[in-house]
């Protein structure tokens, strides 16, 4: 069985295939230096972006496979959340597609994905407590089958990905900056006393990160010598002659990481019977919460599953990969499908055909 998968909630354009249940190929065009110059994803020139990157990805996609469109069974895209427009251009391509060809259509969660693809190239053990973080989204699932995501917890505010974004821009450092912060506290010590852990004097099992920026800014306004600067058209960094700045990052992240871990721990405590912890999203490529994370794990006694890199930030292998399963367990969408942005719930509108279903989900 081949399916194809679409990816443009935010600011990737990217399409993949699986084959038979595995990974045959993707093609994948990031938006990011462009949304550089503006420090942030401008929704309008995404959604124009991925109308013109779409078509030649697509076709990129076949002629390095050498399969063509009329091998694919299912075509499974992102329909949210997301930003919509660049949401709209996903599903209407995938639609037109599927009319086009007879393929099986679905629309997937696109945090579902993200999670689910852990279970690409290792055994996810259901259920699995679910850590998802990335620029867009932090969530905490309990997650029962592909079908069943239960929601433990989630931001209030901004983003564990956005937590570091937006520290990046006070700090003077390129976006997205969560790969510089997590360059720069490698090389520095934190101080634990630095940074409050935010929102977590309580017993929920939300988040709630805009504080932390908040104390960051009082902190810089104390310390502008601590700021660096780059260029956006050269992506060149002024070097910083001190220690400063690498031990503000450590001590900045221990904030963030610090607050997950303390925040997965206790999900872990209160719906026991997991068999497996999952990371997964853009911000899952810090080293330090893959470790802290990885030590939750081992003392829980859980498998600790991270997808590779190419896998956590948005892509459309998970997307191909969640469609896969879902359209060969019977479930597919008709054309009425509507794509979801965020902040809206999406709706559990699939279609069961139970003639199709080799495999039951729950
Ligand atoms: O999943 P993703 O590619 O896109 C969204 O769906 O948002 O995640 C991008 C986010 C950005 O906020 C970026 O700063 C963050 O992931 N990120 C990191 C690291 N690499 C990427 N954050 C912390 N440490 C990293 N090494
Ligand atoms: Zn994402």
């Not at 912890?277 to 911000?283: T, Y």
Request: hydrophobic residues 40%; charged residues 15%; glycine residues 8%.
């Amino acid at each position: 069985m081949l399916c194809l998968g679409i990816e443009t909630s935010c600011d990737d354009t990217s399409l993949a295939l699986i084959e038979n249940g595995r990974a045959l190929a993707q093609v994948m065009s990031s938006q990011a230096s462009l949304h550089a110059l503006f420090g942030g994803v401008v929704p309008e020139l995404a959604s124009r972006e991925h109308s013109r990157l779409i078509g030649p990805l697509f076709d990129s996609l076949f002629a390095s496979t050498g399969r063509t469109p009329s091998h694919v069974d299912v075509v499974s895209v992102a329909r949210g959340p997301g930003l919509l427009g660049s949401l709209l251009v996903g599903v209407s391509f995938a639609k037109a597609f599927a009319f086009a060809t007879g393929a099986t259509l679905i629309g997937v969660n696109h945090l579902h994905a993200h999670l689910m693809i852990a279970g690409l190239e290792n055994t996810l053990e259901l259920p699995a407590l679910g850590v998802l973080v990335s620029g867009g989204h932090t969530h905490l699932y309990r997650i029962e089958s592909p079908t069943e995501f239960i929601s433990l917890g989630k931001t209030l505010d901004d983003a564990a990905g956005e937590a570091f974004d937006k520290a990046g821009k006070m700090l003077g450092l390129p976006y997205p900056a969560g790969r510089h912060i997590d360059e720069l506290s490698r090389l520095g010590k934190a101080d634990n006393k630095l940074f409050p852990r935010p929102y977590t004097d309580n017993s929920s099992l939300d988040f709630s990160f805009s504080g932390l920026k908040t104390a960051l800014a009082t902190y810089l306004a104390k310390h502008p010598d601590l700021k660096t600067s780059w260029n956006p058209e050269t992506g060149e960094r002024a070097l910083e002659n001190s220690q400063g700045l690498p031990d503000l990052c450590a001590s900045y992240t221990a904030a963030v990481v610090d607050t997950l871990t303390l925040k997965t721990e206790r999900a872990l405590k209160a719906y026991p019977g997991c068999r497996s912890l999952v990371l997964a999203g853009g911000v899952a490529a810090n080293s330090s919460l893959r470790q802290a994370m990885a030590e939750l794990a081992k003392r829980f006694s859980l498998p600790f599953l991270v997808p590779k890199h190419e896998y956590c930030t948005d892509n459309a292998m998970m997307i191909a990969y969640l469609g896969n399963l879902l359209a060969s367990s019977g479930y597919h969408h008709p054309l009425g499908f509507e794509a979801i942005p965020r902040g809206r719930a999406i709706p559990n509108d699939m279609v069961h055909n139970t003639r199709l279903a080799s495999v039951p989900l729950s």
